[in-house]
């Protein structure tokens, strides 16, 4: 084997991945769903004539009819409305915070698994520790401590899945570490930046993508449960989990107030798991990811 | 084995003390102070610092987490400051309520889990494979607090089978159990269908064959026997995961439990109460790992092998 | 007589695909038949044909027919093949250590061959398992009957899997590769063992490797198999004497000498095309060195020669000159 990293046996070019992950049935449907709800949380201003938080009060708990196609809450708001700007919020709040997760997990990973010794040990001991503990404790410790809101809620879905990151990552790493390549680059007088960032890194990227990607559907629930909880984003702000958390109160009253939002969760979270078992399939890295318990 | 058990046992020392540590810790960064909530407005400073000193929050921090962990050893768990009531009372009518509920759902999540799981791998890739997998990956998206209510929605208030809320009769399990039960279901389910599909195309299962065993022997005697060992191990694990998602659910269904406990706790800065149940819950995810362990060298005995 | 086995005109086919192609062959008691070729040549898909284990990885036989003491193998149904497999056809696997199941004691695993086939009380099995032991001389046989796979080395796993093969009293062993995966001088206990058995007991013995070495010391007869079709079969003295096919020539030329990798022919570059791009005349053409353009075009058909074999090859009479 010659020096060069096999990056583009680790990501078979982006877009074919991509293509070869909608070219299955059931990833072409979940990417379908997944692209038609980014939109509408992009394009949300456009499609609705009301705006979020229009409170309409002697419109107040109306079912679904035509003008509102899911009804209004309780201060006469049109849901449907309410659930596209919800989707800005749920999905930023998730997506950013496990973009956050995997950049501070892949970086604790990376180092701990490159140099190995008591950083490691240490490194490993306290991810295998906060790996075992389920992510809603986390979750609540963290909000506990940093207050109820967005970025609680962000930091807290961050920590909750660090380890996770950090674990895989650090795998990986340990795998690479030992491979062709990298003594070459090494023997060659290659630094360690170099050889983490150039070498080990992108070849490790994959699989911590897909898993970042299936951690974004369990983190979406867990804003929502947050939400639930009163401590996610905080009124008039709309997310899904708040909508259902207003909801829970008035369920006997005007049960499509949470149905809706727990549907729209429920729909998301299985596409972006099908559109990842077909990402999966495409970068045949089925036996890389261990499987959280 | 047995030494195997003990050292195993042994090793928990150290992971225990650094999560009372970091569960001592974390609480002290929670803002807010519990002395407030009991003061007047404006009540003088002298009654506040002999609140502190009563608490014993006036020590520096190592003091504290000394006094705190000496009388935790002796199941003095300290006394709630809004309760104002023992903590090892609260946790004591908490804990049953949780565990058996816990229990409950992961007997549920195995024995269905494990049932769809066989069922699925039998009729790999045909149409009831398909049918049971994607039932269990719905099942195990929705979000539990969502699927709470909406059975509540359903089969209480609808129906009027069961009782929306409480914990006085043992119909009001069902709807709780089942809705922890159905997330650990669809982990169950796959693991069980996975591992009997990697089994079943092994060596020795072809030589099994080659014996002139029937194929359902097979499946059973030794397929699902070898497949059994990942779904035990990872179901211990879950153990404190269940408790875990029985937080969301106790407060879901207005049952009494750790969860509910510890979710009043956090809200009122209640530092005793917060710290013994994250300890229990902490305690019950540490006894899971070390019961998958020792449930998993029981069953396999080349681990055994590799530890003797 | 008929013989034991008789393989005529067997095609097998996996998902479309044809794997094997026309394959004639027979066996008899007291007899071993060599099935020689590189990977993907078809082998082992014989040897879990003849086992009656094909429906297992999805392929069928697509033509022709298996006689097992005269009764078509295909006649069988589900319940009457399994009674022949382990029974009257034994088999042994080639890498020992997957063969075992690891969650189950030895003595266990031998047991339930001759409970379930000669009708034995767990009591009786247990008496016939540590028997056959001791005739495979294996050491201390009641305490590796206690024992799990993984505390036995590799040689001594390959017998458990061989006394597994013996305990249902078969008439035939179907041995696929039993000593690639095992140490040289174990490899030589393993064939002493299998040929004892076959002299001692009249057996009859399908002995698939890609060694022949292994095929010099034990065979009588010898096929050679060359992607999914019967290349040349003879008698092994001559075959090694003179060999008729280019491709059997090969073989012998490189008989496997310690470090070699599998597969690798002295001489002979590349390997078994997959079984979608098989080329059309003689399949070896692209990669023998006689090929001339009738290879290219027309399939040879097996023709006997004088010693009684059968070749494969439109220049065999130029060949073995």
């Known amino acids: 084997m010659t020096a060069p990293s096999p990056v583009s046996s680790a990501l078979p070019g982006g877009l074919g991945v991509l293509r070869a992950a909608f070219g299955r049935p059931s990833g072409a449907i979940a990417g379908g769903w997944l692209v038609l709800i980014v939109l509408g949380a992009i394009f949300a201003p456009l499609l609705t004539p009301y705006a979020y938080d229009a409170q309409v009060l002697k419109e107040a708990f109306q079912p679904p009819s035509l003008a509102h196609p899911l009804g209004t809450d309780e201060f006469g708001r049109d849901l449907l409305t309410r659930m596209l700007y919800g989707a800005r919020t749920s999905l930023s709040v998730s997506s950013v915070s496990i973009l956050i997760s995997v950049a501070a997990g892949m970086t604790l990973g990376a180092a701990a698994g490159y140099f190995g010794g008591f950083f490691d040990r240490a490194v490993t001991a306290v991810a295998d520790l906060t790996w075992s503990f389920p992510e809603i404790l986390i979750a609540l410790i963290l909000v506990a401590i940093i207050g109820p809101g967005v970025s609680g809620t962000m930091a807290a879905i961050a920590v909750a899945y660090l380890a996770q990151f950090a674990r895989l990552t650090r795998a990986q790493i340990m795998t690479l570490k030992a491979e062709t390549y990298v003594e070459a680059a090494r023997s060659l007088g290659a630094g360690h930046a170099h050889i983490l960032f150039r070498h080990l890194i992108p070849n490790a990227l994959a699989p911590v993508l897909v898993s970042a990607m299936l951690a974004t559907g369990d983190a979406i629930i867990l804003e929502a449960t947050l939400g639930f909880f009163g401590l996610g984003a905080q009124p008039p702000t709309p997310s899904w989990g708040s909508m259902m958390s207003s909801g829970s109160a008035l369920l006997f009253k005007a049960p499509w107030i949470i149905v809706f939002p727990g549907l729209a969760v429920a729909t998301t979270v299985i596409a972006i798991n099908l559109f990842g078992d077909a990402l999966i399939a495409a970068l045949d890295i089925r036996d890389k990811l261990g499987s959280k318990p | 084995m047995l030494a195997y058990a003990i050292r195993r046992i042994l090793m928990l020392v150290p992971v225990f003390l650094a999560v009372s540590v970091v569960i001592f810790l974390i609480l002290h960064f929670i803002p807010g102070d519990p002395i407030d909530n009991l003061l007047k407005v404006g009540a003088p400073p002298e009654q506040r610092a002999e609140m502190m000193a009563r608490y014993g929050l006036d020590r520096p921090l190592p003091v504290q987490y000394a006094i705190w962990l000496g009388k935790l050893l002796t199941g003095d768990l300290g006394t709630a400051i809004v309760a104002r009531r023992p903590v090892a009372d609260l946790i004591g009518q908490a804990l049953p309520h949780s565990l058996l509920l816990g229990g409950l759902a992961l007997a549920f999540s195995t024995v269905v889990g494990v049932t769809l799981g066989v069922v699925a791998a039998l009729n790999k890739d045909r149409f009831l494979d398909r049918a049971i997998m994607g039932g269990v990956l719905f099942g195990s998206t929705l979000p539990s607090f969502w699927l709470g209510l909406l059975l509540i929605l359903v089969f209480a208030v609808g129906l009027g089978w069961f009782p929306v809320s409480g914990a006085r009769t043992w119909s009001s399990l069902v709807l709780p159990v089942l809705t922890i039960g159905l997330g650990g279901t669809a982990l169950v389910a796959r693991i069980t269908r996975v591992s009997m599909v990697d089994i079943a195309a092994k060596d020795f299962v072809l030589l099994l064959h080659a014996k002139g065993l029937s194929p359902m022997r097979i499946q059973i005697r030794h397929v699902l026997r070898h497949a059994l060992i990942p779904v035990v191990t990872i179901l211990a694990l879950r153990i404190g995961w269940i408790l875990g998602g029985a937080v969301t659910v106790e407060v879901v269904f207005a049952r009494p439990g750790l969860g509910t406990l510890l979710i009043k706790a956090l809200s009122q800065h209640d530092y005793p109460v917060v710290q013994a149940s994250l300890l229990m819950l902490a305690m019950a995810v540490m006894l899971g790992t070390l019961l998958g362990d020792l449930l998993q060298a029981a069953m396999d005995p080349r681990v055994r092998g590799a530890l003797s | ?321």
């Not at chain 3, 080329?279 to 353009?293: K, L, Y």
């Open chain 3, 1 to 321: 007589m008929s013989p034991l086995l008789s393989i005529e005109r067997l095609s097998v086919a996996i998902g479309g695909v044809t794997l094997l192609d026309d394959i004639s062959l027979s066996l008899d008691r007291g007899q071993i038949l060599g099935l020689v070729g590189e990977s993907g040549s078809g082998k082992s898909l014989t040897a879990l044909t003849v086992t009656g284990l094909l429906p297992l990885i999805g392929g069928r036989i697509a033509s022709g027919r298996i006689l097992f003491d005269g009764t078509d193998l295909a006649s069988l149904g589900p319940a009457g093949l399994r009674k022949l497999r382990g029974g009257r056809i034994g088999f042994v696997m080639q890498n020992p250590m997957t063969a075992l199941d690891p969650v189950q004691r030895i003595g266990e695993q031998i047991d339930v061959v001759s409970r379930l086939h000669l009708g034995l009380s767990g009591e009786a099995a247990r008496a016939r398992t540590l028997d056959l032991m001791g005739q495979l001389r294996i050491p201390e046989a009641a305490a590796v009957a206690e024992a799990y796979p993984h505390q036995l080395s590799g040689g001594m796993k390959q017998r458990i899997v061989i006394a597994m093969a013996l305990a249902g009293e078969p008439d035939l062993i179907v041995a696929d590769e039993p000593t690639t995966a095992l140490d040289v001088t174990v490899q030589a206990q393993i064939i002493q063992i299998l040929t004892g058995l076959v002299r001692e007991r009249g057996l009859a013995l399908l002995l698939i490797t890609h060694d022949m070495g292994v095929v010099a010391q034990a065979c009588d007869r010898v096929a050679v198999l060359y992607a999914g079709r019967v290349a040349e079969e003879r008698a092994v003295d001559p075959l090694f004497e003179r060999p008729a096919h280019p491709y059997a020539a090969a073989l012998i030329g490189c008989i496997p000498r310690e470090g070699m990798a599998e597969g690798s022919l002295k001489g002979i570059a590349g390997s078994v095309p997959p079984a979608t791009q098989f080329p059309p005349g003689c399949r070896f053409h692209p990669r023998c060195p006689h090929a001339v353009d009738i290879c290219r075009t027309e399939r040879p058909l097996l023709r006997e020669t004088p010693d009684g074999g059968l070749v494969a090859c439109h220049l065999a009479e130029r060949i073995a000159g």
